[in-house]
């Protein structure tokens, strides 16, 4: 599998948001595979909302924000960060760019 090559066309999926509003980290993980990692993130904003999305990072690339949604009620994006955390375990590059396609 070209990981560097799948990064880059998750890329191109990614979701812009409010990059200058001040957050947080809530709760992450991060999975490690052979020559990429996964994580799935929730990030506090100052007005008490939340975005939760996924990451891949490779060794020379890295997409962010993918699957990204916004919240204002914790449990909900807990929730939300359940479901993306079990497809970030699963290692499955082609199905999250599947969803994030959606």
């Not at 001040?22 to 007005?47: L, R």
């Not at 290692?91 to 994030?100: C, V």
Request: glycine share 2%.
């Amino acid at each position: 599998m070209d990981v560097e090559n799948k990064i880059e066309q998750l890329k191109k999926v990614s979701i812009e948001n409010r990059n200058s509003d001040k957050k947080e980290i809530y709760i992450f993980e991060e999975i490690n595979f052979d020559n990429y990692e996964i994580g799935a993130i929730i990030n506090e904003y100052e007005d008490d909302s939340f975005e939760v999305y996924l990451y891949v990072k490779g060794e020379k690339k890295v997409a962010s924000k993918l699957l990204l949604k916004e919240f204002r009620d914790l449990i909900e994006a807990k929730e939300y960060y359940k479901e993306i955390l079990t497809l970030a375990k699963s290692g499955n590059l082609d199905k999250i760019k599947e969803k994030s396609a959606l």
